[in-house]
T-cell receptor
Framework: GAVVSQHPSRVICKSGTSVKIECRSLDFQATTMFWYRQFPKKSLMLMAT?????????EQGVEKDKFLINHASLTLSTLTVTSAHPEDSSFYIC?????????????FGPGTRLTVL | QKEVEQDPGPLSVPEGAIVSLNCTYSNSAFQYFMWYRQYSRKGPELLMY????GNKEDGRFTAQVDKSSKYISLFIRDSQPSDSATYLC???????????FGQGTILTVHP
């Protein structure tokens, strides 16, 4: 149980284009999902908290107009990187909060590697 | 000072060794403690989840929490090359909020 998927796993795009990343909880409902960014050999950096049916909460320093988050259902959250630039190249990971099991914690997706040319 | 401190290593051990991974934290409000394992280019995988002080064992893995000293540990017995990964400790308070992660320790188990 507690499986989270992400799509795509890898994307290469040209500078100036927008990229959408999907995060799905496959076997549980998640009212809360999280989006992280990870640089090589570094820990996870929380970008935003995504709440189903309401606006996302962004961490300080994260541009909400650049990183658009939509959490339209209890199993799907999307992150759209708008007008991507090479400095946006990174490993993006989502997680979903599972409240229904024994633990109340986050389960992570496999990550999406974004390369902006 | 970071809320959760973790030695990034790298840590290299021979196969079969006992591995000890540790974190310290500063916020006494933290009540829940987790260990995640992350393989290269993959998302973190939940290994252990503990509440408050004490020990929890799962196969070759033992998680230990000492709230009096704000110290959390993960022990891996009979380590295997497949255990080679980055191990992240994480904590949170009682009211659900975001997790606070350590920097991660890079572990290599060589045959």
């Amino acid at each position: 149980g507690a499986v989270v998927s992400q799509h795509p796993s890898r994307v290469i795009c040209k500078s100036g284009t927008s990229v959408k990343i999907e995060c799905r909880s496959l076997d549980f409902q998640a009212t809360t999902m999280f989006w992280y960014r990870q640089f090589p050999k570094k820990s996870l950096m929380l970008m935003a908290t995504s709440n189903e049916g309401s606006k996302a909460t962004y961490e300080q320093g994260v541009e909400k107009d650049k990183f658009l988050i939509n959490h339209a259902s209890l199993t799907l959250s999307t992150l759209t990187v708008t007008s991507a630039h090479p400095e946006d190249s990174s490993f993006y990971i989502c997680s979903a909060r599972d409240q229904g099991g024994v633990t109340d914690t986050q389960y992570f997706g496999p990550g999406t590697r974004l390369t902006v040319l | 000072q970071k809320e959760v401190e973790q030695d990034p290593g790298p840590l290299s051990v021979p196969e079969g060794a006992i591995v000890s991974l540790n974190c310290t934290y500063s916020n006494s409000a933290f009540q829940y403690f987790m260990w995640y394992r992350q393989y290269s280019r993959k998302g973190p995988e939940l290994l252990m989840y503990t509440y408050s002080s004490g020990n929890k064992e799962d196969g070759r893995f033992t998680a230990q929490v000492d709230k009096s000293s704000k110290y959390i540990s993960l022990f891996i017995r009979d380590s295997q090359p497949s255990d080679s990964a980055t191990y992240l400790c994480a904590t949170r308070g009682t009211s659900y909020g975001k997790l606070t992660f350590g920097q991660g320790t890079i572990l290599t188990v060589h045959p």
